[in-house]
């Protein structure tokens, strides 16, 4: 285990048997669509990657990245596009792969941008769902594992950029993040209490 890894709370293993059951409920409910898989980066992209191949249907795959604006401080739910799709969805069935819902701010601005274009279909399929009070309510449709409202990092998931090649799921010890500034995301919901 990772030396700033407090405690691995979903295992590789639990990861991937996960994986492997939202994929075949995919390839059920998909079977005959034209399914697009749009990945938020950059945390969604383990996640996708091993999404992907465990879905048995033709499929493409395109990802978006957005920044939110503000600070650690205060969150203004308004979110910047930084990477958009290469084309119109407007004849695909659109399924958003993220790896975390946590205050709802992403996801709940960028499933409002997405509808304007008028995909056949728009679900969210999200591997974590963090316990807490949304800013934004979001509805999931597919989702891996409900996890408490604490720092997680790895498989995808960071802290400062680091952590993400991690194959599980960790909660990362707190020391790591209190001798230096808060972290951005995740922690922002301390913040925002306060
Ligand atoms: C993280 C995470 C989700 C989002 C969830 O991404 O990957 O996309 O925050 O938080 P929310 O529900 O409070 O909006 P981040 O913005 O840190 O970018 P990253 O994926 O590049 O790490
Ligand atoms: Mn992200
Ligand atoms: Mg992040």
């Keep these: 285990m990772h030396q700033d890894i407090e405690e691995i709370l979903i295992s590789e293993e639990e990861l991937q048997t996960k994986i492997t059951a939202l994929g075949e409920q995919i390839t059920h409910d998909y079977a005959g669509k034209n399914?697009?898989?749009l990945g938020t980066l950059k945390g969604a992209v383990p996640f996708i990657a091993d999404l992907a191949r465990a879905i048995n249907l033709p499929l493409e795959l395109?990802?978006?990245a957005v920044?939110?604006?503000g600070n650690s401080t205060?969150?203004?739910?308004i979110v910047r596009i930084v990477k958009d799709l290469e084309g119109p969805i407007d004849q695909k069935h659109v399924?958003?792969?993220e790896d975390i819902i946590d205050s709802g701010l992403t996801l709940h601005y960028l499933i409002d941008l997405l509808r304007r274009r008028n995909p056949l279909s728009l679900k969210i399929c999200s591997l974590l769902n963090k316990e807490r009070t949304r800013l934004k309510d979001v509805p999931i449709d597919y989702h891996g594992f409900t996890i408490p409202d604490k720092f997680v990092v790895g498989y995808g998931l960071d802290y400062a950029q680091l952590y993400r090649n991690l194959p599980y799921i960790g909660i990362l010890k707190?020391?790591?993040y209190s001798e230096t500034a808060q972290p951005e995301k995740q922690?922002?919901?301390m913040a925002e209490e306060a």
């Design 174 to 176: 707190p020391s790591v």
């Design 74 to 77: 205060q969150s203004s739910g």
């Design 62 to 64: 395109d990802y978006m």
């Design 95 to 97: 399924l958003v792969i």
């Design 187 to 189: 922690h922002k919901s």
């Design 35 to 37: 399914l697009l898989l």
């Design 67 to 69: 920044a939110s604006y």
